[in-house]
Every structure is written in C-alpha cells, then in structure tokens.
C-alpha cells in the first residue's frame, strides 16, 4: 500500500525547533518530487516545501526561507522539515505529499498530518 | 506570488444537483491546475489535474475545464459522499497557492 506517515508534531514555544518526519513506503521513494502543506486550525491549505528527487533542487515560500529546511534520505524512504525559530503562525497541521510526477506540482498521495503548536 | 480566489467560498445544494465551483488566477497559468477535495479531519485527496485529467479512482461525475486564468470544477450529479470543502491549486510557478477553498453544504 503506498503510504505516507507523518511524526514529529507537537507543542514548542516561540523560538523553539522541532523536526518533522515522513516516512514513504509502497512506492519508489526516490523518484518522487516530496512536498510539506501546512493548514493553520480552521483554515485553507498553505504549500511550504519541496525537494526534487535527488535533493538538489528545494522551494520554499517566502514566509518560512532561512527559518525551514526540507530534505531526504532516499536510502531510509524519509522526508523531513526542520523547523526553526517558530512563531505562533506557524501552527498547524503539516501534511508531506508526494508530487505526481504526471508534470509536477500537483500531489497524489498525502499523510494523515502532523500537528504543530506553538505557544508559550 | 499568484493569488488564486474561488467562488462562492459556501455552496449549498442538494443531492442530485449540478454543482460548479469557479477558480480564477491571478495571472495565466495555463493548464497547471489541480482540485483537491478535504472532509474534516482528513487530508486533502486530488481530485483533477493538469485542469481537465481526472485522477485515477475519482468519479466520473467529477469534471475540470479552463486555462489561463479561469477553471470550473463540475460535480455532475453530487452524491452524499461530496459534501466536503474543494480547493483548486496553481503549479505554474513558485510559490504554489491553494484558493481560499470552497465548503460544499447540504441544502
């Protein structure tokens, strides 16, 4: 069964770091164009990463460049954002999804989500 | 960035109804455009790419058309199971952007 599964949510304060996970399996991870979404509580979905197959390649919108950094480890199936000096805003669910690879951009496969709180 | 907007942002309709949702974009981009479709609690699941390409799996009730700057997402016969909230995406340049979804109620 493809599959996506997100971990590393959490609670952290302002400032503070954490590290999310997802783990691929059922599929050849290493072809794949990998994503991170995030949905802040009670809103649309927000595009925050991603990384081409080989790593070389990575996107980032403007409000998380230089605090985000996505990357793989195509040899453990994993995707990961590392997240810091969060603020408030940031909370939210995160979602890795996988690019289609029928032209790119758009995501096929999703995980269940991880949520991510910050607050004091 | 480019700005996607949908309308209505709530539909409320009936089962069995014909049912179009609009998503226009800030500026063309051609035919680089999905729909995803979310219930609560669960990851958003793709429903249409490339504008008009149905997913593999997704109805065929369901329908994309457009370019450029404006796309409609079709639901031919809306079914229990649709009542969700829709989003259209643009992959035509970074950052992609999600329009501000649009909530599909039961009338």
């Known amino acids: 069964e493809v599959q996506l599964v997100e971990s590393g949510g959490g609670l952290v304060q302002p400032g503070g770091s954490l590290r999310l996970s997802c783990a691929a399996s059922?599929?050849?991870?290493?072809?794949?164009?990998m994503n991170w979404v995030r949905q802040a509580p009670g809103k649309g979905l927000e595009w925050v990463a991603n990384?081409?197959?080989?790593?070389?390649?990575?996107y980032y919108v403007d409000s998380v460049k230089g605090r985000f950094t996505i990357s793989r480890d195509n040899a453990k199936n994993s995707l990961y954002l590392q997240m810091n000096s969060l603020r408030a805003e940031d909370t939210a669910v995160y979602y890795c999804a996988r690019d289609t690879n029928r032209g790119g951009g758009a995501f096929d496969i999703w995980g269940q989500g991880t949520m991510v709180t910050v607050s004091s | 960035d480019i700005q996607m907007t949908q309308s209505p942002s709530t539909l409320s309709a009936s089962v069995g109804d014909r049912v179009t949702i609009t998503c226009r974009a800030s500026q063309s981009i051609s035919s680089w455009l999905a729909w995803y479709q979310q219930k609560p609690g669960k990851a958003p699941k793709l429903l249409i790419y490339?504008?008009?390409s149905l997913e593999s799996g997704v109805p065929s009730r369901f329908s994309g058309s457009g370019s450029g700057t404006e796309f409609t997402l079709t639901i031919g016969s809306l079914q229990p199971d649709d009542f969700a909230t829709y989003y259209c995406?643009?992959?035509?340049?970074?950052?992609?952007?999600f329009g501000q979804g649009t909530k599909v109620e039961i009338k």
């Open positions: 990384i081409k197959q080989d790593g070389s390649e990575k």
């Open positions: 490339k504008a008009s």
């Open positions: 059922g599929f050849t991870f290493s072809s794949y164009w």
């Open positions: 995406q643009q992959y035509d340049s970074y950052p992609w952007t």
